[in-house]
């Protein structure tokens, strides 16, 4: 595999290769490297995406799609890899008024500790390592209940609830938890975007 010798800076990757399936090779690519990659297909299907999205692929970009579009995406993931490398490391994650002191377990908004149940406080944590990128329903059921709970959709939708009326000013306008219709949640860092 090119990239493992090449290190680009991002994969734009087709599902229909011709030797092996393109959901097979974002997963091994996962397994050892976190390069941004978009995945470009004609399958337009929302099983395809969410496939695509819990198999390792930061986007997923349908065709026939633009060049403007295409360059603004692929800006936006390196953007994402940028701002997760500066916060590699660092115990305290900050956007505008909600600060999380990772190594301490506080969250703080507006300077006002909020007090999150365990489950809130694991979804949240789950949604800063993966800042900026969609986090499909099914990760996030396995991240913060388990494999088994991977169905319970309802839990999530419940969870999330709760946490936007504790972080967002307005809970039925969020501007941090944002969610990606029939596919998951993401924690939106580019507030301009």
């Known amino acids: 595999m090119q990239a493992a010798t090449r290190s680009p800076d991002i994969i734009l990757l087709d599902l229909g290769l011709p030797d092996i399936d393109g959901l097979e090779v974002t997963r091994r690519l996962r397994e050892w490297s976190n390069i941004p990659l978009i995945v470009i297909s004609a399958r337009e299907q929302e099983h395809d995406k969410i496939k695509a999205l819990d198999a390792g692929a930061d986007d ?63 979804l949240l944590i789950v949604l800063i390592r993966n800042a900026g990128k969609v986090v499909t329903h099914n990760q996030l059921l396995k991240e913060v209940w388990g494999p088994p709970y991977t169905k319970e959709t309802q839990y999530l939708r419940v969870y999330m609830t709760q946490l936007r009326h504790k972080l967002e000013s307005d809970p039925a306008r969020p501007r941090f938890l944002i969610n990606e219709p029939g596919i998951g949640y993401r924690l939106k860092i580019d507030l301009e975007e």
Request: no cysteine.
């Open 60 to 122: 997923y970009l349908t065709k026939p799609f633009g060049a403007g579009e295409l360059l603004a995406r692929i800006r936006v993931a390196i953007r994402h890899r940028v701002m997760q490398q500066s916060r590699a490391g660092e115990p305290i994650f900050t956007i505008e008024n909600l600060r999380v002191d990772i190594s301490r377990r506080q969250v703080f908004l507006n300077e006002q500790e909020v007090h999150l149940t365990p489950i809130e406080y694991k």
